[in-house]
């Protein structure tokens, strides 16, 4: 069979990229170790971890009554909430939010990127036939000391917010608006923001994409370019310098880490497997000039370049989240891995709000009483099992936010993930100079949701119609 690409990754940023191919009238190969293809799109209720934007395990816990903020250790044998057995799922929400840092900045192209995931959720409720995908919330910004709301103010004047998106309200307005918010100094609050269910929103659109013509495929196979060879371990680890050994310790990992999910907000799920790297061929690096901004010879053709497992395709588009990294053919780009963490809970009663609250992190509203809290940001960190300190910090920020929660939840899921982010904190995309129809899609960062659509429709442009990338997105700007 041949494609037109092959997608490795099918998270936010591999489904919106495959979405941008399809409509465009071409075939796609979506691989993912995690796809549950054929399967019911029942949303299930145990919790579990992690989220898109990297990889991560997964931890069912049991209900842990939460009654202080008081700390314990990571290695407690009894520490109930790192109990249990695994199971691989999407972190349950993440939020859409235009307004970045304690400035409240406006996000890069934030009106493009807001409208175009917001139609992609509405286009995949109508496919679904069921609401509970997504949610119109807004976000409440609550200024919790006078500095940030100064900031906050001054936000309202210092970028140039669309129409309507944004207003400063009172504390008594804020207060009326979520009641159980603790002390602050007013709010802005942002009409355009909306939180999203991603366990089901990425099942829906699985079968979304499945439907319009897309081949999903759990089974993660070894890719080479057609104009070298595949390379076998030994010839691998001597190109990498590093022992045979050494080399299938690295892929073992990537093979326990294949099928796991990362949070909110580097939605995108990892593809990491084992899989052979092709040679570097004198078509290759003849091809094209490392750095080079906007070239015009890797996009648009439809000619196989390389061989996926028994087909022949086009383009393979890496959208696999931190796994993105220990793809060879991307040394070079400064990726960098922040760990996240969220916790989900349950109240003992139904809340009076359902606005999500962006305030030290985030605090995102289910149902009638459930609550999704997060999130850590731990640099330099790929470890992905949740910890208590983590815990620890995302409770003592909950009810500081919101203290009458205080002894009137219980924990039900922690989730922990690998979000990835570039220097100027927005995503990386196209293929390296030296790597002509070798694609990335990565680096969401903590904005996975709301860059992953319009971002998409950028690099799918640029495939299927050779119109050149723009500097700051470019993967040649790092090479």
Known sequence: MTYFAAVYGAGLAGCAIANKLLDAGKSVLLIDPSLEINQDMTYRSQVADSSRSGHASSHIVDPVPVL????????????????????????????????????????????????????????????????????????????????????????????????????????????????????????????????????????????????????????????????????????QANNKKVTKRELLDDNDRWKSAAGSAHTSSDSVRDSHAT????????????SGKAGKITRSDNASSDTPRFQVGEHLVAHIIVAAGSATLDFPEFEGVPLHRVKGQTATFEADHDLPWDTAISAMGYILREGKRGIIAGSTYEHNQNNTIPT????????????????????????????????????????????????????????????????????????????????????????????
């Open 68 to 235: 202080s903020t008081s700390t314990a250790s990571d290695t407690e044998p009894d520490n109930p909430g790192l109990s249990a057995s695994v199971r691989q799922t999407a972190t349950p929400a993440a939020l859409v939010n235009p307004a970045m840092g304690r400035y409240a900045k406006l996000s890069w192209e934030a009106e493009a990127c807001y409208h175009a995931v917001l139609n992609r959720a509405h286009e995949l409720t109508r496919f679904s036939g069921s609401e509970n995908l997504f949610a119109e919330t807004g976000v409440l910004r609550p200024a919790i000391n006078t500095d940030l709301a100064e900031n906050f103010r001054g936000a309202l004047d210092a970028h140039d917010w669309p129409e309507g998106w944004i207003t400063w309200i009172d504390a008594d307005a804020a207060a009326s608006r979520v009641p159980y918010l603790g002390k602050q100094h007013g709010a802005l609050l942002l009409n355009k923001g909306f939180t999203v269910y991603l366990d089901r929103y990425l099942k829906t659109y699985h079968r979304y994409l499945e439907h319009k013509g897309a081949e999903l495929q759990k089974e993660v196979v070894s890719y080479r370019r057609l104009s070298g060879h595949i390379a076998d371990i030994s010839e």
């Open 388 to 479: 208590e300190q983590a815990y620890q910090q995302i409770i003592h920020k909950l009810f500081s936010i919101v203290p009458e929660l205080s002894g009137r939840i219980v924990k039900t899921g922690q989730w922990a993930g690998i979000r990835v982010t570039t220097p100027n904190k927005l995503p990386v995309i196209g293929a390296p100079a030296a790597h002509l129809g070798f694609h990335m899609y990565t680096a969401l960062g903590s904005k996975g949701l709301l860059f992953s659509e319009h971002v998409a429709g950028i690099l799918a442009g640029h495939i299927l119609h050779d119109i050149p990338l723009p500097h700051d997105l470019d993967v040649n700007r790092f090479l």
């Open 275 to 286: 899989y052979s790297s092709p040679a570097h061929t004198s078509s290759d690096s003849d």
